[in-house]
Each structure stands twice: as C-alpha cells, then as structure tokens.
C-alpha cells in the first residue's frame, strides 16, 4: 500500500489531469465540432448539453474523475447534483462530469454478457474511463427493474455495473456500444 500522502497527491494531480484534459476536450468540440461519432464534453449540475446520448427516459451517459480513475455512470437532470457514478458497490453524486455526445448513425449497441470479451464484439466498442490501475471501462446500458441504465464493463468485471439507488448493481446482460 502506497504512503497517504504519495496516494493524495497521484488521487489530487489526477483530479486536476482529468479536469484540465476534460476542459480542452470541450474548447475543442466548441470550435472544432465533433472529431468522430462520440465525444466526451465538460458539463456541470443538471446541464444536459444538445446531443448528448440518451439510453432511456431522461438518463444519460457520463463519466468523472474518482479514486485515480474514469468512471462511467448517469446523468439526468432529475438526479440531486446532475450525474452519479458507480465505484466499489457505491452510487457516489458528482457535479462536474463529462457527458458523452453522439451520433448514433455511427454508433451502435452490441449485445455481451459476463466480462467483455472486445474481440467477441464485432466492433470496436467506445472506451468510457478507466479504473486506477489504467485497465479500460467500456460504456454500456443495462436493463434493470424495468429500466435501461447507462453504467460499466470491463474484461476484469463479471457484468455490467450500473449506479442505482445509492449503491452499484452487476447485470449480467447487457449492450455495449460500439462503433460501426
């Protein structure tokens, strides 16, 4: 286990990466527009910018920095600060986030089930974030009580993993997506 300080530091400079990185991601989608099918976009509170991604009713994809990695989870203008995120069976609220933006005509949804297996896919899927250790989370959505979730998964994951009511859930079937 690494020393409290040395894992403050790598947690708060990597905040800082994030945040910087995710700042000029966003300068460059407002002058530049689009660079492929999906892009990643700055957001704050319950803004939900135009042509951000919907995967059901009002809930969206996003991610924000936490614990040294990119996690994946839901944004919604019904949520308390705007979006929350999944991480070690909890559902933490996050403020400032990205929100994915896309056009579907360039994307699709890949059925999978258990761990993702990328080469089973088919297709390229569309990397979300990724967990402290650099190994890649992978977006996808979810069905569960009725509702289609956006959340997690990975090769090292056994399902998806979607925030839900103050904890994380793991869906063993679920859709990933996916360039064309």
């Not at 059901?56 to 990695?69: K, P």
Request: hydrophobic letters at 30%; glycine letters at 12%.
């Amino acid at each position: 286990m690494k020393p409290p300080c040395e894992r403050f530091e790598r947690v708060v400079l990597g905040a800082w990466g994030w945040l910087n990185d995710a700042r000029t991601r966003t300068e460059h989608f407002n002058r530049n527009g689009p660079s492929g099918p999906a892009t990643w976009v700055l957001t704050q509170g319950r803004n939900i910018p135009q042509g951000a991604i919907e995967v059901s009713d009002g809930l969206y994809i996003c991610r924000a920095y936490h614990e040294g990695g990119r996690q994946i989870g839901k944004a919604s203008p019904r949520l308390k600060k705007g979006a929350a995120i999944g991480y070690k069976h909890d559902e933490i609220d996050v403020e400032t986030y990205e929100i994915l933006l896309g056009d579907m005509s360039g994307l699709r949804w890949v059925p999978a089930r258990g761990k993702v297996n990328v080469s089973s896919l088919g297709h390229r899927p569309v990397e979300g974030g990724n967990e402290d250790d650099g190994s890649p989370l992978y977006v996808v959505q979810a069905l569960y009580k009725g509702t289609v979730y956006p959340g997690k998964a990975s090769e090292k994951l056994d399902g998806a993993y979607i925030p839900y009511d103050g904890t994380e859930k793991n869906v063993k079937e679920y859709r990933v997506l996916c360039y064309n």
